[in-house]
């Protein structure tokens, strides 16, 4: 699996939690990447993306303001640090790389999935 998830795990209503996309083989370094979320009987939504060099962020309304995507060039990790969390927020993470440099809201732009984390937000 080139690209690991972790992070996730049961909070509070108001908590925060900070999710990781590890790019173990080092593969993505010069692609865009993102987080999308499925919650049961959803669709994959779009979270947030950054681009290859940590700028261009992409963020979903229903997150923005809230959510902070980064990430660490050197250590080859995406982060995504969810703050102000609610029930809402409740879903499987999925971390992936764009096709290209840079950023993007639409799934079909992804190339490689890495495996999930759940997110769940108690009220």
């Known amino acids: 699996v080139q690209l690991q998830a972790s992070g996730g795990g049961l909070v509070q209503a108001g908590g925060s939690l900070r999710l990781s996309c590890a790019d173990s083989?080092?593969?993505?370094?010069?692609?865009?990447m993102g987080w999308f979320r499925q919650a049961p009987g959803k669709e994959r939504d779009f979270v947030a993306s950054i681009a290859w060099n940590g700028g261009g962020t992409l963020y979903a309304d229903s997150v923005k303001d809230r959510f902070t995507i980064s990430r660490d060039r050197a250590k080859n990790t995406m982060y995504l640090q969810m703050n102000g969390l609610t029930p809402e927020d409740t879903a499987v993470y999925y971390c992936?790389?764009?096709?290209?440099?840079?950023?993007?809201?639409?799934?079909?732009?992804?190339?490689?999935w890495g495996q999930g984390t759940q997110v769940t937000v108690s009220s």
């Open positions: 992936a790389a764009t096709r290209g440099a840079w950023s993007s809201s639409i799934r079909s732009n992804y190339r490689s």
């Open positions: 083989t080092r593969t993505f370094s010069n692609n865009g």
